[in-house]
């Protein structure tokens, strides 16, 4: 099923101008997501009264599984959403539709967030330079799923959250933020997500109110290189929402 909702000339036909720390519209967030979405509840709530207020709106929620969890979360803190289903479908066929989708909310930046498809070029293209997704990893050290796995079975004292633009690889695109999380002492699996998630949740939204006052230099997956852009440490912004489902991953990058 499909719920879209075209949008006003109020949307993304406005430029989204940087004058001096400030610009001159809300950026428009299209927030994907395949599971429980604790990532996404954090931007939402850093949109409604944290970090991205005033800099940011949801434009909306998608999902490739109609029966997400954080859908319906999403619906419940007010957002618009929107799923297709990508069971059965070819990747390329079903990208081209959701762009054809997302376009309707007309998206300044696509922030995956949990969303467990690789992304094809033709969506990779269409968003060139505006896809965003969290990795529980430092992605020169760990791509792809389970990370926290990695990080717990290699008794690792420390992991780092990235932030990063996503590019036509998997977890190569240039880095935007990283943060250490402290594993030490961590006896579980669940310990070492915790304290992650903790990290990533004020993490992606601090990464991205930056990115949106121009306070990161501007990067494109085909120029940048895989330098980290910044190293940032800001005390965190909201109590964790954390689930119980299992560790998720952004397989789009
Ligand atoms: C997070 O660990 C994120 O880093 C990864 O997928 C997981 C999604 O979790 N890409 P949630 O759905 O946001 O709770």
Redesign the pocket.
Known sequence: MCTSVLISASGRNRPLQATGNHSTRKARLAIL??????????LVQAVQHGVLSGLAEVAVVFSNKPDAP?LETAAALGCLTASLSSQGRKRAEFDAEVVELLRQYQPDYVV?????RILSPTFIRAFAGRIL????ADTHQHQGLH??EWAFENQLPETK?TVHLVDEGLDTGPILAQHPVDLQGAGTLAEV?QR??AV??FL?ADTLARLIRGELPRRTPETAGTAVVSVHTPEPLLPS???S?P????AGG
């Open positions: 997501l395949s599971g429980r979405g604790s990532n996404m509840v954090a954080g995956l967030a949990g969303y467990m997704n969290i990795h529980p990370a926290y959250i997500e992650g998630l990533e949740h992606y929402a954390t689930g489902s560790h998720g991953e952004a």
